[in-house]
């Protein structure tokens, strides 16, 4: 198609012919809102609302304590983790839903310290989401100097993977550019040199097969609250290959990893099989939401969830390229769709005001400084006219310099 | 009084004298039911579910990502802390709420390691809620051996503490005998030595007067889903005196914990208040109701709590060693009021069958193995007429042999 025959008539007709859309009614979207920070905080699954009222009333409520075991509360973490493995490519008893990235995060980082007692580096990208980096530094001081974190860009990490390697631990999708890491090969060069392979799939799990069984990955850890719906600060998820389970132990041993958790034993005893990367009492009602988000994407086809994210990035991208052509964007994520997750970001000098302006005109992206609009696709609920609408209020912003006025130079927002 | 003139009348006169009893109408409590389980799973504020809803639809469907900034999300764990920090004598800026009690625990005793690098021991009470124990252990076996973990009985741990001792911490009231321990003198002693005081108070918390500046305590920690009413699994809270904050630093240094969150700097930087002990994103909704229960408490006077408990529970005692005489009941708890904590357990070696049938009597206590049964008694929810209707459950249960019916037989509870 070419520009001329490409307009918002040609969207709704994908639309109309998108086997995805009918899942879209599964969300409540505020009215006139375009939003595309999925990649952030997923929407509400119209299913939240009444979930959450029957936990609050009827679970806590009415059966109170009973709950834990009628309602399935002590069984949530590895109930919603078999729900969630079939969307990373990982079996049951792999993954479990519990506590937040970081700490999961910490728990993997830590069991593959002692897994690989005589190493003594840890491999992170250095321009990822900085929480992962920090917390692998704070891993290698409670050991106190043996280890030690090396922070490489992408291109060097293949290269930097040698015999002192404890572990590659490796955002699969970048927050900031969407570019996406060979997963299979990463894996199986750190394996080749005796090292493990952990992944962060908080930008990947929900919106693109992830096949973490095929490529026999060891870890993996990720949120429940961007692609997958699960709500603010939903629990995150764990995932350990089920031939490390119970080799790999992580340190914060509290009473729900322990093997006889109600046998009020006097010396921990870890579990052997995914439970004892629990620790302590999780947020019910929050862990709850979860499965509200998951069985949405059951519903789905994740092949039909890439091949619509990769058709609503290269469309945005191509929208933004030619009728903003001038304004100064320059795209900041990898041109091949194949090569990209589902966000697309473009680099601006003036990206912060104009993303003030396109959230005041209900296009709803974010920023990351010091010149990125970021800009996320979730294929259940962004369809093709909402790219339209998205780039049409784009420029306008930007044919009428709209994003010069002085409200939107205000800086005032953290995410 | 004498027996016979405390009847159910006498009661009710008592309930109506209650200046607490007003709050009851706070809560939703199933009808028919008396609710003795308060010290595991605090009842449902009625507020609860309206603040759910409105967290769920607005907060997050309507506002999205907005939230974190116009809701207030990412303020949560600081503001939530700063309302809970006059239960527990603590002052602003002092108490954190997020994650689960062990992981807190965990964050202190790892603090504690590194505040005293060299001595060895940590001292715990043996017969403490496990968790406890095990994430002292975990702590422990982290240091490679430098540290260990030394499990005593309540009376010898002031003398256990000497120069070696890194820090006590103790549960302030034992979650099965309701026995409260001196955490003034405990404190002071453990200081007088150069250790830590660190306390632990899922018990105490809401249901008592506790006053950790006025001990000079160092550190503590407990839960909101007993008789703080957060709801199952609400996140827990933390405690670290104002001296120790910038000082003492916790190994699981996620995002959260740095001390400028979205500057994206390649290395950790800890915050200097009582945000260090945060780590990553918090669930929110669950956080979101803790407000809930802590605003109950605050339209309510903590001496009068304490009055009401010590009440209620010597009620309890005399009731049921006076009508059930005869059947078997040692109590298990401090006789003394001022010794005892808002619960009381008796030990009887039917102690099993009898609670399921009090329990299907619609009197909800618990059971702790191995014969021991347990009834917590919040004085928000908790009046003397159903101390009385509990008890009277309970004379019927043991004249007529109830719990000898096969139904009550059946191990399959868990909580």
Chains 1, 2 share one sequence.
């Not at 992830?210 to 600060?233: H, I, M, Q, R, S």
């Amino acid at each position: 198609m070419t520009l001329d025959s490409l307009d918002r008539a040609a969207c709704a007709a994908m639309d109309a012919a998108d086997p995805l859309a009918p899942l879209r009614d599964r969300f409540d979207i505020p009215t006139g809102m375009i939003y595309l920070d999925g990649n952030s905080l997923g929407a509400m699954p119209k299913g939240a609302a009444a979930r959450a009222h029957d936990v609050v009333t009827r679970e806590w409520g009415a059966d109170l304590i009973k709950s834990w075991n009628s309602a399935g509360w002590f069984d949530l973490p590895v109930r919603l983790g078999d729900k969630l493995a079939p969307l990373i490519g990982a079996g049951d008893g792999e993954v479990i839903v519990c506590d937040s990235t970081s700490q999961n995060l910490f728990k993997v980082l830590s069991a593959a310290v002692a897994l690989r007692p005589h190493r003594k580096v840890l491999i992170l990208e250095g321009s990822n989401f900085p929480t992962n980096n920090y917390i692998a530094q704070g891993v290698a001081a409670a050991t106190g100097g043996r280890v030690e974190v090396r922070l490489c860009e992408k291109d060097e990490i293949a290269d930097a993977i040698d015999e002192d390697t404890i572990a590659v631990a490796i955002t699969h999708v970048h927050y900031k550019t969407g570019h996406i890491h060979d997963m299979a090969a990463i894996t199986a060069r750190a394996q080749a040199a005796g090292a493990l392979a952990i992944w962060d799939l908080c930008h990947s799990a929900g919106a693109m097969p992830v096949d973490l069984g095929g490529a026999g990955v060891d870890f993996a850890v990720g949120c429940t609250y961007k692609y997958l719906n699960g709500g603010p600060g939903s629990p995150a998820f764990l995932f350990a290959a089920k031939r490390h389970q119970g080799h790999a132990l992580q340190p914060v041993t509290g009473w729900w990893g322990h093997a006889a958790p109600f046998a009020f034993e006097p010396g921990y005893r870890p579990q052997r099989d995914i439970r004892q990367f629990l620790i302590g009492t999780q947020p019910i009602l929050s862990m709850a939401l979860v499965e509200v988000g998951l069985d949405i994407h059951r519903a789905a086809d994740m092949t039909a969830i890439r091949a619509k994210s990769m058709a609503l990035t290269d469309l945005f991208i191509r929208l933004v390229e030619e009728r903003c052509a001038g304004h100064g964007f320059t795209l900041a994520s990898p041109r091949e769709a194949a090569a990209r997750g589902s966000q697309v970001s473009f680099a601006h000098p003036d990206g912060y005001p104009i993303m003030r302006a396109l959230i005041a005109a209900g296009v709803i992206g974010d920023f990351r400084a010091p010149d990125t609009v970021r800009f996320g696709f979730t294929p259940l609920y962004v369809g093709y006219v909402d790219v339209w609408d998205a780039v049409d209020r784009l420029v306008t912003i930007m044919d009428e310099g709209i994003w010069k006025r002085p409200e939107h130079q205000i800086r005032d927002a953290v995410t």
